[in-house]
């Protein structure tokens, strides 16, 4: 089965910018839904974004209007474009699939300070 690996965290400012991305280890055509989730130091897990196949994409909405979910299957690769940044935004980054949820991946940290 496709297992994922979570990479592009790192140290930002409030307001910055930063691409993660979310490499498959197999194609992703035959996969309904990825998404993204995060998970901040003493909170559960939290789902940020999906991309479903159609070109369908779906947001929270802590993030709507600032993170965009692009999904490229010649890639096997799923991207999450993240704009003006806040400090809530801290968290480890994962993504998976759905509905078949697959052992989850080393995730991706970002950190949001000055």
């Known amino acids: 089965q496709v297992q994922f690996v979570e990479s592009g965290g790192g140290l930002v400012q409030p307001g910055g910018s930063l691409r993660l991305s979310c490499a498959a280890s197999?194609?992703?055509?035959?996969?309904?839904?990825i998404s993204w989730y995060r998970q901040a130091p003493e909170k559960g897990r939290e789902w940020v974004a999906r991309?479903?196949?159609?070109?369908?994409?779906l947001y929270a909405d802590s993030v709507k209007g600032r993170f965009t979910i692009s999904r490229i299957n010649a890639e096997n690769t799923v991207y999450l474009q993240m704009n003006s940044l806040k400090p809530d935004d801290a968290a480890v980054y994962y993504c998976?699939?759905?509905?078949?949820?697959?052992?989850w991946g080393p995730g991706t940290q970002v950190i949001v300070s000055s």
């Open positions: 998976n699939s759905r509905p078949t949820v697959v052992r």
């Open positions: 197999g194609s992703i055509d035959h996969i309904y839904d």
């Open positions: 991309a479903i196949r159609g070109n369908i994409t």
